[in-house]
Nanobody, 121 residues
Framework: DVQLVESGGGLVQSGGSLRLSCVASGFNFSRYPMNWVRQAPGKGPEWVAGISSGGVVSIYADSVKGRFTISRDNAKNTVYLQMNSLRPEDTAVYYC??????????????WGQGTQVTVSS
């Protein structure tokens, strides 16, 4: 079975940092671009960042550019999201997802269950 399991979420003060991890199994992880998508309470999903299958190319939403860094370790089937200078507006459930489509999260093949990130002011 395909599984994406996120971890690393939690409660942090504004200006703080968190590192999210997502461990994949059940599919050929190294062949898939990976992405992070978040959903804040009462809002629709927002694509956050994506990384190519080999980890060479990464792209970011303007709202997180310069603060968040996506990376991956194909030997460990894991993708990460380092989040620095967190703001209250970053509060959301964060999902990792595998698939092509760039920022078009509706096209992704596989999704994790999500991890909650809460940033207090």
């Amino acid at each position: 079975d395909v599984q994406l399991v996120e971890s690393g979420g939690g409660l942090v003060q504004s200006g703080g940092s968190l590192r999210l991890s997502c461990v994949a199994s059940g599919f050929n992880f190294s062949r898939y671009p990976m992405n992070w998508v978040r959903q804040a309470p009462g809002k629709g999903p927002e694509w956050v960042a994506g990384i190519s299958s080999g980890g060479v190319v990464s792209i970011y939403a303007d709202s997180v550019k310069g603060r968040f860094t996506i990376s991956r370790d194909n030997a460990k089937n894991t993708v990460y999201l380092q989040m620095n200078s967190l703001r209250p507006e970053d509060t959301a459930v964060y999902y990792c997802a595998a698939g092509l489509g760039g920022k078009n999260y509706r096209s992704y093949n596989y999704w994790g269950q999500g991890t909650q990130v809460t940033v207090s002011s």
